[in-house]
Structures are given as structure tokens and as C-alpha cells.
């Protein structure tokens, strides 16, 4: 089984039911000014199986996840991705 996320610059992001995904939100609850741009907190870590996002339909599961998140990586690989820049699901 696997998802395809279909981003607005044309690539397509597939992720499999083992594949690594974290999920960040902006955060800016710092008393310090200089750190409030940009600063993201992880909400997520896990896959497709993991029972925070875990639904009948898998793709639904990760889109609630994606539609609360920022920005999501997967296979540890440290590129962020934009939620606002998911063109799809499915």
C-alpha cells in the first residue's frame, strides 16, 4: 500500500505504510523575540500504521495529519515540506 501526496510544484511525495513521517507545527510561544520566526515543533512521528493517525482508509488518517500540520518530512530525510503546498492525497 502506499500514498501519493501530489505537491503544487509537480512532484509526487509516496509514502508506504513503513515510511518515516514527523509532522511540525510553527511554534511561537518564545519570550524571545529573535525566536519566533520559523521555529517548528514536532507534533508527529511515526507511519502510516501508527494509531494517532491510523484509520480504515489510510490516506484520510493522513490527511488530517497533514491538513493541523506546517510542514511534514519523511525517510528522515531533512526536507520540509509545506502543507499549504499539497495539491492531493490519495
Known amino acids: 500500500m502506499e ?3 501530489h505537491m503544487s510544484n509537480d512532484e509526487t511525495v509516496i509514502i ?11 511554534d511561537n510561544e518564545f519570550k524571545n ?12 512521528e511515526g507511519n502510516l500504521g501508527s494509531p494517532e493517525i491510523s484509520t480504515s482508509e489510510k490516506a484520510v488518517g493522513l ?5 493541523y500540520a ?3 518530512t ?6 520540509y515540506y509545506k502543507t499549504s503546498s499539497i ?3 490519495g
Request: net charge positive; glycine share 4%.
Open 3 to 5: 500514498i501519493q501526496v
Open 16 to 26: 508506504k505504510a513503513a515510511t518515516p513521517i514527523s509532522a511540525y507545527k510553527q
Open 33 to 44: 523575540d529573535y525566536l519566533k520566526t520559523g521555529y517548528l515543533r514536532q507534533i508527529f
Open 63 to 67: 490527511a488530517g495529519l497533514l491538513a
Open 70 to 72: 506546517d510542514y511534514f
Open 74 to 79: 519523511i525517510n528522515d530525510v531533512p526536507s
Open 87 to 89: 495539491v492531493s492525497i
